[in-house]
Structures are given as C-alpha cells and as structure tokens.
C-alpha cells in the first residue's frame, strides 16, 4: 500500500457495517415482508448479496436481490458510450408493489443514483425505493440522500474512494487514495 493510500475499513469494519445496515433495513421495514434488494453493477451488487445473506441469517427467510446495470442511464453517456461495456441487469422478480433497497458501494454526486431509480422504473412501480451505500463521501450534485450508510468519509474532489473485493466478490477493504 502507497503512502498515498488509507484504508478506511478492513474487512471486519466492512462485516460490522453491512450489518448494521441490514438491521437498519429490517427495522424500517418491520421485516422482510415485500422488501427486495437491487444492487448497481458492480461493487453494488455484490454489497446487496452480502446484506441479503445477513439478512437471511437474522430472519431465516432469504430477501430477493438482483442487480441493475445503469450504464444506458447516464447522463453523460454520449460523451463516453464507446467505452461502456454494458453489463447485465439481473432482476428475476416483479417490483411492484415492493419496498426496493437500492444498494451501492460509494455515494458522491448522486447521477449514478439517479441512473439506477431511472432503470429500476423500467421494470415496476415499487412502493418505495430506499439507499443503502457503504461509504457517503459527500460532494452531492444531485438532492440525493441515503437511507442507510455505513460509514460517512468527508473527501476532497482530488480523493478517490475505493471498495475492493476478493476473487468471490467478498467486500476485503475500503480505501481512500490521495
């Protein structure tokens, strides 16, 4: 690791957080009842799987997740669309009617956000959609506010955030690179 690298939370920080906020969903929501998990590719998704396994394991009964690619939703997609490989939304479940937890890795500006309600309307009308992220960084262009956060890092615009994950998409570290 570079000197210009701090890690913010290791891998137990991570645990403790996810569920922390998977207990936070569970009592806004009085339980699991009509409540789904939808992650943004990549980091995203992989963070809804490991709430909906904590989820299961405090309720005994398994919370559907699914992901949702927004790369066709950004708003500056004209300036970058050779570039964006486009990925898989992956939503085997109606969202009507549901109470969908929107789950990311790092919250700044908001547009990916904004992107993903855009593509999660797409498919249904949910009750309610709510946001979870592990890390709120700040710099908000976009009234946009989670629901759920794991921890909040004030940054500077030069500081980059990062979620890394292992080779079976476990959450290993959270970093702040200068």
Known sequence: MSENTTVLLDESGIKRALTRISHEILERN???RDVVLIGIRSGGAYLAEEIGRCMEIIEGERVPVGA???????????????HLPVGKTDIAFSLE????????????????IRAAMDALMDHGRPSS???AVLIDRGHR?????ADFVGRNVPTSLKENVAVLFDERHIPIEVVLEK
């Open 30 to 32: 009085k339980g699991v």
């Open 97 to 112: 009617e549901k109470q969908v937890v929107l789950v990311d890795d790092v919250l700044f500006t908001g547009r990916t």
């Open 68 to 82: 949702v690619d927004i790369t066709l939703y950004r708003d500056d997609i004209r300036s970058h669309a050779p």
């Open 129 to 131: 959609i709510q946001l």
């Open 141 to 145: 262009e976009l009234p946009i506010r």
